[in-house]
């Protein structure tokens, strides 16, 4: 019998995730600083809209684009919080998550053989979704140093006459890296220089710290017609498994996006763009109390890792951190499943989303901060008991 | 408000090096704004939260509706401070609507209430009427809910 699996699809690698998720589950009581959402139930004004949607029978299709009063309500939400202005007939798309809006844009604008730019580490999805697309995908790697973020002057180094596409992930899974500024506003114009198409998922904007608010690029000059904003409600509001996100874009992007949308998925559930409604008209004040948890946890998790003598770079957005283990002598592959199996401690190792994420760790501090507390606990003991605490080793040396 | 004193409000009994860390401070800093909240009188008390249904307060509280004359010069001050002062009552506010005050009253039984709203409060000069509610099951206290259901489960690792 033949090999019935397409080419490209055999060859994408099993996700690093996956296989780590599989070790696990088979075991009981771990506390896990792997889960990329929030440790918050979706706020109960908004799982209430969607009862309420259903009581009253809303369960049909909705319009291919998404409910028309959804569309507006996202297209006044990006306008007065990120100074977006998008037409809610013909410009924003409501998609099956982000996931969904970003491999409809890979496919709607690639060629095969196209070249894709984005930053590493990154969210596992992209190479994926880029590969799938027949595209080639083009890792750029960032650095601890430079707080993760992305240069001009690494973009620049990586264009080639192939390049089309920048897809930007800012804050960033998963080192909580943020991009703004001077360097934001050189790559817009770098990017506008070299007539690229910018793919900005968002999706962690409303969890910015330290009282920095959010820029988008697609706000800077030049760049809105060569932009697809995409966003969801997974994060902020804490609506995951709602599954519901959003692509705001020209209308010709959209208009692109759509067909392959509509022959895919046809449209998104309409509880959850019920809900979504709910969450974007009354949801600042629980996503602001969620914001300001998050900042919390995450001051205790990073001084936790000082402590320890682990580098750990201060996020400036997202829920997690991405502390540099590699000062243990450990690889991130070690540190992980050593952790796991003798302390029941889950974190994801670094390589799961990128070769230049060997060395870290990820860990989500979507977690309750008692778990949280407990679970350094364990990490220093892991430490002690290989003698690999760089703290002991420095105040020794 | 305040984070400090948010994360007070949900455990005053957290300790300072995790306060401290959480906002990004030492615990000497920790301590310091904590004595000044107390002394400027922001913080008043530290108490636990108990299940009512448990019989760990009173066996019984009723809210009263309260009508009252208001006074020349202080309003409705003195008559509200005067009946807050007594032990039974746990709360007291005055209210916009249909009446002036609302008191909380805890008591060991319902003859115990009955007894201090007729002989205590109503007999005060100024009280015009009462209207007296008993409680007869709590959901939540104090913002925690009383009927905890299983946390739905999450998967343990997701990207």
Request: with cysteine; hydrophobic share 40%.
């Amino acid at each position: 019998m033949r090999d019935f699996v397409a080419d490209h699809v055999r060859d994408i690698p099993r996700s690093g995730i996956r296989d780590f998720f599989e070790i696990v589950q088979s075991m009981a009581d771990v506390i896990s600083l792997g889960i990329g959402e929030p440790d918050f139930v979706t706020p109960w004004h908004i799982r209430e809209a969607a009862i309420y949607s259903l009581e009253k029978g809303h369960t049909g299709y909705t319009s291919n684009l998404g409910l028309p009063k959804l569309r507006q309500a996202i297209t006044s939400h990006v306008g007065r919080k990120y100074h977006l202005q998008y037409d809610p007939k013909t410009e924003v798309l409501v998609s099956v998550g982000v996931s969904e809006a970003i491999d409809l844009a890979l496919r709607a604008v690639l060629n095969p053989g196209d070249e894709v730019l984005y930053h590493e580490p990154c969210y596992v999805s992209y190479s994926p979704s880029i590969l799938l697309a027949h595209g080639r995908p083009v890792a750029i790697p960032t650095r601890e140093e430079e707080g993760f973020t992305l240069t001009a002057r690494a973009l620049e180094a990586a264009l080639t006459p192939r390049s089309k596409a920048l897809m930007l992930n800012f804050p960033t899974n998963p080192t909580g890296a943020v991009l703004e500024g001077e360097e934001l506003e050189n790559i817009a114009r770098l990017c506008v220089e070299r007539d690229l198409l910018v793919l900005t998922d968002e999706i962690y904007c409303e969890i910015r710290y330290d009282g920095r608010s959010h820029t988008s690029i697609a706000a800077l000059p030049g760049m809105r017609e060569r932009t697809v904003y995409l966003n969801g409600f997974s994060k902020a509001y804490a609506m995951t498994g709602f599954r519901l996100g959003y692509a705001c874009a020209p209308a010709p992007l959209i208009e692109a996006m759509m067909k392959v949308h509509q022959y895919s998925i046809l449209c998104a559930a309409i509880t959850a763009q019920e809900a979504a409604v709910e969450a974007i008209e009354h949801g600042d004040g629980p996503v602001e109390r969620m914001r300001r948890e998050y900042e919390m946890r995450r001051n205790y998790i990073v001084a936790a890792f000082r402590d320890l003598g682990i580098p750990c770079n201060l996020p400036g957005g997202a829920f997690y951190v991405f502390p540099r283990i590699g000062v243990t002598g450990m690889t991130s592959r070690d540190f992980a499943l050593g952790l796991l199996q003798e302390k029941k401690v889950a974190v994801v190792p670094g390589t799961a989303f990128g070769a230049c994420g060997e060395g870290y760790v990820r860990c989500s501090y979507a977690t309750a901060l008692p778990q949280i507390k407990i679970a350094m606990a364990r990490i220093a003991e892991f430490l002690e008991a290989r003698g690999a605490l760089p703290a002991r080793q420095l105040a020794t040396a | 408000m305040d984070p400090l004193l948010q994360l007070l409000r949900r455990n005053a009994l957290a300790p300072r090096e995790d306060l401290a860390r959480q906002l990004g401070l030492t615990t000497a800093e920790v301590d310091a704004r904590i004595a000044a909240l107390e002394s400027d009188g922001t913080i008043r008390g530290y108490q636990a939260v108990l299940d009512p249904e448990r019989g760990a307060n009173g066996d019984v509280t009723a809210v009263i509706e309260v009508k009252i004359t208001p006074e020349r010069g202080g309003g409705f001050d003195r008559l509200a401070s005067r009946i807050a002062r007594f032990d039974q009552v746990t709360g007291c506010y005055l209210m916009s609507g249909g009446y002036d005050l609302l008191v909380f009253v805890e008591g060991e039984n319902l003859r115990e209430v009955a007894r201090f709203v007729s002989e205590r409060l109503s007999t005060i000069e100024g009280v015009l009427s009462t209207a007296t509610h008993f409680r007869l099951k709590a959901y939540k206290e104090n913002g925690v809910l009383l009927q905890t259901e299983p946390e739905p489960g999450r998967l343990p690792v997701t990207p």
